[in-house]
């Protein structure tokens, strides 16, 4: 009951506290609500402001995330051309080192050529005598063409006179036989002689025998023709044999070309514009077909090879803008476009392929090759150099 008593009296005292205190301590409660609402005013003023700027400042590189495609692990490229030995042999000079300018032609090394030269030598040696033996030949056949020739022409002036002589033969035969018949027709009847009968057939006897001469002439003078004509043939054998000399010569004439080309192999030169990059050899030293001398590369030809994510594949096209800066040259803008775009992701290339054999899958994003065509900026562009490259995907 105490308690309850004391409660009571205590409440009872703090009701009076409160009613006492706004005459003793009056509240100016307007003053207060005036200060709240100016501060948040000014608060909200400043986030406002602070927005503004946030999204002054952020928006451009939000905007450049949208509209473009950034590859930062970029590298510019060229035709690092490495030249070689296509001979053997000991290296007599090297005309260049890394750095120097070449133009087209000039020559870039040189291999000894010594023996080159002698076999080149020795080549043309049997060349000219081959040469010679088929000036040979050809004098003979000269010769056995114009023997050939006389001999046909006696043969048939020979032959000619056989068969005119033959003829005549012929009529005389004719003619002692005639009269043989007439006068054994005459001996028959008594009138005529018995020595005039003789001499008749004597007649006729001789001109049988003229005509068989006449005849053996005319065989003899058609086989003396034909042993001509029969060496009419070496000229075609003489022909032959001059033919065969001219494969030779032909074999001859293709090593000696070989042997050509091997001595111009043995002088390096430059096949284009560029300049140079790294040697491998000194003078003095033995090289073989396929040892490497040197590498350049055209300055004026370079590009930049970069990766894309797959992700952001999709949205790089052929001929897209491309701004590229170097790392060598910060101050450096270079422009470009998208001039090839990869059909295969650069994993694929690995010399060493994850076949996943164990079933174990970690999703990793791919990677594939573009080639962005870029200009030379007074040879400040060099390969291998780190540039950041900033693709522009709107269409």
């Known amino acids: 009951m105490d308690k309850v008593v004391e409660l009571r009296k205590d409440e009872e005292l703090a009701e009076a506290g409160e009613q006492e205190t706004p005459t003793a301590r009056p509240p100016s ?8 609402i100016g501060g948040g005013r000014a608060k909200l003023a400043l986030l406002i402001v602070a927005l503004a700027l946030a999204t002054l400042t952020i928006w451009p590189w939000l905007s450049h995330r949208w509209t473009h495609v950034a590859i930062n692990d970029s590298r510019i490229a060229a035709n690092l051309v490495t030249v070689g030995s296509e001979v053997s042999g000991r290296v007599s000079s090297i005309e260049v080192i890394a750095g120097d300018k070449v133009k087209k032609g000039d ?6 050529s010594e023996n080159a030269t002698l076999e080149l030598a020795a080549l043309d040696a049997q060349i000219d005598g081959v040469s010679a033996q088929q000036a040979q030949l050809r004098a003979q056949q000269d010769m056995v063409r114009t023997q050939v020739t006389a001999k046909l022409a006696a043969g048939e002036a020979q032959l000619t006179a056989a068969e005119a002589n033959h003829r005549a033969s012929e009529a005389g035969l004719v003619n002692a036989r005639s009269r043989f018949e007439r006068v054994n027709r005459l001996a028959s009847s008594k009138v005529t002689s018995e020595q005039v009968l003789e001499e008749a057939q004597a007649a006729l006897s001789t001109a ?8 053996a002439a005319i065989a003899t003078a058609r086989a003396n023709l034909d042993v001509a004509k029969a060496e009419e043939a070496q000229i075609v054998v003489l022909e032959r044999q001059i033919a065969v000399l001219e494969s030779q010569k032909e074999a001859l004439a293709a090593q000696r070309g070989q042997k050509e080309v091997d001595l111009r192999k043995r002088e390096i030169r430059a096949q284009f514009d560029g300049v140079i990059d790294s ?27 970069a990766n894309v994510k797959e992700t952001d594949f999709g949205r790089v096209k052929l001929g897209a803008p491309a701004a590229i800066t170097v790392d060598a040259y910060p101050q450096l803008k270079v422009d470009g476009k998208v001039a090839r775009i990869g059909e295969a992701a650069t994993s ?13 899958f970690t999703k990793i994003t791919q990677r594939l090759p573009i080639r962005i065509e870029i200009d030379q900026r007074d040879g400040l562009l060099r390969p291998g150099m780190m540039v950041e490259v900033s693709i522009d995907v709107v269409d």
């Open 29 to 36: 409660p307007p003053k207060r609500v005036r200060g709240r």
């Open 107 to 112: 020559l870039l090394a040189s291999i000894d």
């Open 208 to 215: 049988t025998e003229q005509e068989k001469s006449a005849a």
């Open 279 to 305: 040697t491998f050899i000194e003078a003095g030293e033995y090289v073989g077909p396929g040892t490497r001398l040197l590498i350049y590369h055209d300055p004026d030809v370079i590009w930049v090879d």
């Open 348 to 360: 694929q290339f690995a010399l060493l392929p994850s076949p996943n054999p164990s079933g174990n």
